[in-house]
């Protein structure tokens, strides 16, 4: 597994109100969760969930990333916190 993070900068979502999003990968690159927050660190978007407009999907669903060269941003620890603290 890898665990990403993704400031506004490194991704297209200038349009919304997500400035980072976090991401948990599988080895092929495929995520399989997310959370994103607002620039007032508010949660705007998390995959999978039922609490969330677009928690159905995933932001990176259908794009997986090249795993080549790819290391991990955060650890499991790390994600498990930033998950588990904005449930």
């Known amino acids: 597994m ?4 993704q400031p506004q900068d490194d991704i297209n979502f200038k349009s919304t109100s997500i400035t980072v999003i976090y991401l948990e ?3 092929k690159g495929n995520s399989v ?3 994103a ?3 007032q660190n508010n949660v705007v978007h ?3 969930s039922n609490h969330y407009k677009e928690g159905t999907y995933g932001l990176f669903e259908f794009s997986p990333y090249s795993i080549d ?3 991990s941003d955060l650890s499991k620890a790390e994600f498990e ?3 588990n603290a904005n449930l």
């Open 2 to 5: 890898y665990y990403i993070k």
């Open 37 to 39: 927050f607002n620039a």
């Open 69 to 71: 060269n790819l290391t």
């Open 46 to 48: 998390r995959f999978p």
């Open 33 to 35: 969760r997310e959370v």
């Open 81 to 83: 916190e930033i998950w």
């Open 25 to 27: 990968l599988d080895v």
